[in-house]
């Protein structure tokens, strides 16, 4: 299992629990591509791709006699440049003479137990010390430019990580216009791609269409992985459903400008080239010089989407996610955003956490608005410095009166932003990212920090640094609310200025490894006005994530929905907020609300104290189901019982233990009926044969008078049913009416 070279056929496999990966050396040392699937085993692929001689399709000069080999019909690697495969490149690279070319050769490989690690990017590591490595190394003759083809092989994870190297070897210096991190040719199938967008307040809608004959793209030239187009793409079966179907994901593991582009050619192969966004991207390689693109997380299944994304979940959390959090009881928390947004002071942030406090939540998280003179979203950021108008005496005494409460203290802050008025900013113009001789485009009506300046980073490690140093805080929200304009950077010479965006990134990820280094036992939440960098590379260094800026909870379904395909629940942030909703204007029960933020790290962001008794009695009950079943939610394994896009009458899903003990049921009515028709659910993931007993079947917010069958409904709880007939029988839910109510039904074996 592992990594195989087969020296005589000459041929790379690298096999997980349930798939293979092959490539093979052709006769001039060019690495093909030859299989990714369901596992085959071994044998040499490559009489697959017979010779045929297509026209227009061109030749290697070795190979002009031969003219059924062409470059362009056959699937590669990793491609070359200029080299007459006319399909999608992963490669654009410039001669001082301002010739662009390479041409791949076989020059050595080797193996290795562990995983690979990359040079100032995140990559998935390797602690449950289960993976092994190959590293192929490439060399273009003309240039001296080699590739190292980097793989990382987790067989029982069934992930196959890949990355790019690009070493100049040569003696003048290249230049790289496009430095994609992967190629993936699927010679044979016909695919749907699935993909991912949105908006602010809307992110990771799920889309899913059938692929043309031509390109179709997915990106981001936003300087972040962004809220319109997630960078993770599937693609899948047409017939392929939650359950069945061969599927693919390819997943970035990086936060910055992205491209992921799927082509079907002539042939009818389909290519996908995924890495960094070409658009205004160069990089100046020196002789000597390496520049890395990004880690790609790559999973394939026969088993459907359902389990294409537990193994996407599992690796998340297993390989993908650092520190002590990563599996960690995360605590209940209260965010005082929408609850106060910049209108507070010490006294009316304690009256919150004594509330919050008296209902059982463990920890109060201080949002925008305690430093600099940040009194509106104007001004201030860059001065992490207390406010102490707002916070008499600083952070310190609020933090001993919220610690006084049993709770944790938590904070936002945004480093990588600056406001005009700022101090930091009238100290520091050129810090900012503005171009030459242009006022700069505004967003939220700041700029962004200049995070590729090694002063930059200098200094947000050292106000950071003393921030956490000097205060009990045991987590951080970390948020950067727009998107980069203007990039240009001041200390880079003309010929680098297309490094900037990356150069950014590289900033931003040192920042975070120096940060969660020092400060192991802080809890670090990412956010980008919600969920505009919800990805792979953030995911190494926060184990959670704001999902939206939308707190409404009918909404959240469709958006947790899609999120839910790449990313494991335990990184979803999700809070139940005021009603009616601030972006919506929608009310839903305060329990449906709390059914919703329970399919992620669950939490508070309102005023507990404007809550009635009863309300206020629900809050406490919500804790404690959350409480009772954190590790079935957060560790389970997560099922999408209905599609949003096909079913408009209610979402469900279900959350599965790895051991098939025990289940957890939840279902939202999201679209009352008249005559309503049944509410009929299939349950997922249980063991056939064992017998399960529903121990509770709890209704919510079902405030008008449900309809008939609700008894029928509740004859069920107590009973035993076996896990086939829970499956493929089903359960009919109680018929519940009104606006949003919501079923929480727990199944356990006997
Ligand atoms: C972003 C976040 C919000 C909140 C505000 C504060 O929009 O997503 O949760 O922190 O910033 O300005």
């Not at 040719?185 to 004959?213: Q, S």
């Not at 605590?331 to 919050?356: C, G, H, Q």
């Not at 805080?473 to 727009?482: E, L, P, S, T």
Request: hydrophobic share 40%; proline share 5%; aromatic share 10%.
């Amino acid at each position: 299992m592992g990594i195989q070279f087969d020296a005589a056929a000459r041929t790379f496999t690298l096999s997980t629990r349930s798939t293979t990966y092959q490539m093979g050396l052709d006769h001039l040392d060019h690495l093909l591509h030859l299989y990714y699937g369901p596992a085959i085993g071994q044998g040499d692929l490559a009489a697959m791709y017979p010779p045929a001689d297509r026209g227009f399709s061109p030749n290697h000069n070795a190979d002009r006699e031969r003219r059924g080999i062409s470059p362009d019909a056959l699937p590669q690697e990793y491609t070359g440049c200029n080299t007459g495969d006319f399909r999608l490149s992963c490669l654009v690279v410039r001669e001082e003479n301002g010739a662009a070319g390479a041409e791949w050769r076989y020059a050595s490989h080797s193996i290795q137990k562990g995983k690979y690690a990359l040079t100032g990017l995140p990559a998935a590591h390797d602690e449950e010390n289960e993976a092994e490595s190959l590293c192929i190394r490439m060399e273009d003759s003309v240039t001296g430019l080699a590739l190292e083809l980097l793989y990382g092989v987790f067989e029982r994870q069934d992930i196959i990580t890949r990355a790019a190297r690009l070493v100049n070897g040569g003696s003048q210096t290249l230049r790289l216009e496009k430095a994609a991190s992967m190629c993936l040719d699927l010679p044979f199938g016909r695919w749907d791609m699935i993909h991912f967008h949105g908006r602010h307040a809307m992110e990771r809608r799920m889309e899913r269409t059938p692929l043309m004959n031509a390109i179709q793209t997915v990106s981001s030239t936003r300087g972040a992985s962004s809220h319109h187009h997630n960078p993770f793409v599937i693609l899948c079966d047409r017939k392929a459903n939650e359950e069945h179907g061969l599927c693919y994901g390819v997943m970035p593991v990086y936060s910055g400008s992205h491209r992921t582009d799927v082509e079907v050619d002539q042939n009818g192969l389909t290519r996908i080239v995924s890495g960094i966004h070409d658009e205004r991207f160069s990089w100046q390689l020196a002789p000597g010089e390496a520049f890395t693109a990004p880690e790609v997380i790559l999973a394939c299944t026969e088993n459907g989407l359902t389990a294409l994304s537990q193994q996407y979940h599992r690796f998340i959390r297993h390989n993908v996610c650092r520190g002590e959090f990563r599996f960690a009881r995360r605590p209940v928390l209260i965010n005082n955003w929408e609850a106060t947004y910049f209108d507070f002071d010490s006294d009316a942030i304690v009256r919150i956490a004594e509330k919050a406090a008296a209902l059982g939540v463990e920890m109060l998280v201080l949002d925008d608005g305690w430093f600099g003179k940040r009194n509106d979203d104007n001004s201030g950021l860059g001065d992490w410095f207390v406010n102490e108008n707002k916070l008499p005496g600083g952070l310190s005494p609020l933090i001993e009166r919220v610690n006084a409460l049993g709770m944790k203290f938590g904070i936002w802050v945004e480093p990588e932003m600056v406001s005009e008025d700022s101090e930091l900013y009238r100290a520091h113009p050129d810090w900012a990212l503005t171009l030459p001789g242009r006022a700069p485009v505004m967003s939220r009506n700041q700029m962004v920090l200049d995070m590729g300046r090694p002063d930059v980073v200098d200094y947000l490690t050292e106000r950071l640094t003393d921030l956490l140093a000097n205060n009990p805080i045991a987590y951080v929200k970390w948020d950067m609310n727009r998107n980069m304009t203007d990039v240009y950077s001041r200390v880079l010479p003309a010929e680098r200025q297309g490094e900037a965006a990356h150069r950014y990134m590289l900033g931003v990820y040192k920042l975070l490894e120096t940060l969660t280094t020092r400060f192991p036992h802080v809890l670090f939440e990412g956010c980008a006005g919600g969920g505009g960098r919800f990805d792979a590379g953030m995911l190494a260094y926060f184990t959670q994530i704001w999902c939206s800026d939308d707190t409404d909870a009918i909404e959240r379904l469709v958006i947790q929905h899609g999120t839910s395909f790449g990313y494991p629940v335990s990184s979803m942030g999700a809070h139940v907020s005021a009603c009616p909703n601030h972006q919506t204007g929608r009310t839903t029960p305060l329990w449906t609300r709390a059914v919703a933020a329970m399919a992620g790290t669950f939490g508070y962001e309102l005023d507990l104290n404007k809550l009635s008794d009863e309300e206020a009695a629900q809050v406490k009950e919500q804790i404690a189901f959350f409480d009772k079943h954190y590790q079935l939610i957060q560790n389970g394994l997560y099922y999408r019982l209905t599609d949003p896009t096909e079913e408009e009458r209610y979402a469900a899903w279900q959350f599965v233990d790895e051991e098939q003990g025990e289940t957890l049921v939840n279902l939202v009515l999201t679209h009352p009926e008249a005559n309503a028709r049944p509410l009929h659910v299939w349950l997922r993931g249980l063991a056939p044969d064992a017998l399960y007993r529903v121990e509770s079947l709890d209704i919510h917010g079902c405030h008008a008078a449900p309809q008939a069958g609700l008894d029928l409904a509740m004859e069920g709880v107590g009973k035993t049913y076996s896990g086939s007939t829970l499956m493929h029988a089903g359960y009919t839910l109680p018929q519940l009416a009104g606006d949003y109510p919501s079923v929480q039904m727990y199944v356990k074996r006997v």
